[in-house]
């Protein structure tokens, strides 16, 4: 493929993916909201029932995994998935996912009809404009025990501090960081005379910490930036490439280097995934995410590829509540990375190319339960530390 052919795909492409971009939130992006967002502590779709942390453990490590994002994506088709959300969790020790990464992330569907026991269905405008009011006047939310939320992870939080009796923990090890490292070890002791509102603020301070920092993420669709930008950008593009791919071949900057004189013989080498990934990229470098989930009767679309190679091929196993396929609904880019608050600078930091969600592509109703797992796969940008032949967690 030439860069003229790279061009023609992009600018003939006609499904555009929407673009995600990372923004400080300006309102608490709580579950009411719907938020779309990176890090922070989940906003549970279903309030009434949340994940545990058995189902959000790093089968490596064994420590709780914490909310990567979640994406509200709401769906006309079946009506069960009127609102809809995807979670994505993931162990945050890069060392961890260098390692294996296939036991260090967990993707979940939570689905809710528009009329559901939590919240008032959205009015419907007719065309003259006319709205029911009366369906979401005489709305009554149900009346339910709230579950305890872990104060470190937001998941379910079934241990309580013993001497306080008001924070709750998914698991020891967070009830340890909360007592060693944020505070909570003179916070539990005052509270039993008098709580600081300083002291409070101080460790939910720490406490944010210990999760990804928490981000709203706002999209639109590519193709829509600045006027003139992409044009530019692809011309720019078009001609830093030709000079340094075709026209001087040999020259020590050439992607085909000296000793592999015919483009056929170099194809790996120059992985048109990755120029395909560069141009893309190129266009709106401030983009974290992109979503392509198709439309049921459409056929299934390639995600961008970072490189040529680790690709899922035929491992996307079937839909674990219906049996049928999954389909790409959107990849998280590294440049997320740069937002989430974790260091670049150690060499076991977190890390990634793309990280690929694929779904049901029916989007199968989850009667009776609250989550159903979906697939994740992971790609690289260099081949150095490919791992072929993994299988992401189902
Ligand atoms: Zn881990
Ligand atoms: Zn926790
Ligand atoms: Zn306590
Ligand atoms: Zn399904």
């Known amino acids: ?4 052919d790279i061009k023609d795909l992009t600018l003939n492409d006609k499904w555009a993916p929407q673009l995600g971009y990372c923004e400080e939130p300006e309102t608490p992006l709580t579950a009411d909201t719907f938020p779309s967002k990176s890090g922070g502590k989940p906003a549970w779709l279903n309030p009434e029932h949340v994940l545990t942390v058995d189902q959000v453990t790093c089968s490596s490590c064994d420590q709780p995994m914490v909310l990567l994002l979640q994406l509200y994506t709401p769906e006309d088709h079946p009506p ?9 969790f993931c162990c945050k020790t890069g060392a961890c996912v260098k390692q294996d990464w296939t036991k260090c992330f967990k993707v979940f569907r939570s689905q809710l009809a528009r009329e559901n026991p939590y919240y008032p269905p959205p009015a419907i405008t007719d065309d003259e404009g006319e709205s029911d009011d009366d369906e979401v006047s005489n709305f009554v939310a149900k009346s339910f025990k ?8 937001g998941v379910a939080g079934p241990k309580t501090c013993g001497q306080c009796q008001s924070a709750s923990y998914c698991s020891r090890e967070h009830q340890m960081v909360d007592w060693n490292m944020c505070g909570h070890k003179q916070q539990c002791k005052s509270s039993l005379t008098s709580s600081q509102q300083q002291e409070r603020e101080n460790v939910e301070q720490l406490r944010q910490t210990r999760v990804f920092t928490e981000k709203e993420i706002v999209s639109e669709p590519e193709g829509k930036g600045e006027d003139g930008a992409e044009e530019e950008a692809q011309a720019a593009f078009s001609k830093a490439n030709n000079e340094d791919s075709t026209s001087n071949p040999t020259t020590e900057n050439a992607l085909v280097p000296a000793g592999e004189e015919t483009a056929e013989d170099s194809e790996v080498l120059v992985d048109d995934a990755f120029l395909r990934f560069q141009l893309k990229l190129q266009l709106y470098p ?6 392509d989930r198709v439309e049921y ?3 299934d ?6 490189q040529q190679g680790q690709k899922p091929g035929d491992v996307i196993p079937a839909c674990a509540n219906c049996g049928g396929p999954r389909t790409f609904e959107f990849q998280i880019l590294s440049t997320l990375l740069n937002f989430l608050g974790v260091s670049h600078v150690a060499t076991d930091s977190l890390d990634w190319g793309s990280l690929y969600v694929y779904t049901c592509k029916r989007n199968c109703d989850l009667r009776d339960q609250v989550f159903v797992p979906e697939f994740i796969w992971k790609q690289d940008f260099s081949t150095d530390s490919m791992n072929f032949g993994g299988r992401g967690p189902a």
């Open 1 to 4: 493929m030439s860069i003229d």
């Open 80 to 88: 069960e998935a009127f609102h809809r959300m995807v979670y994505v």
């Open 146 to 153: 709230a579950p305890r939320l872990c104060v470190i992870c």
């Open 286 to 291: 401030d983009q974290v995410l992109r979503y």
């Open 297 to 299: 009767d459409m056929p």
């Open 301 to 306: 679309r390639e995600p961008l590829w970072v």
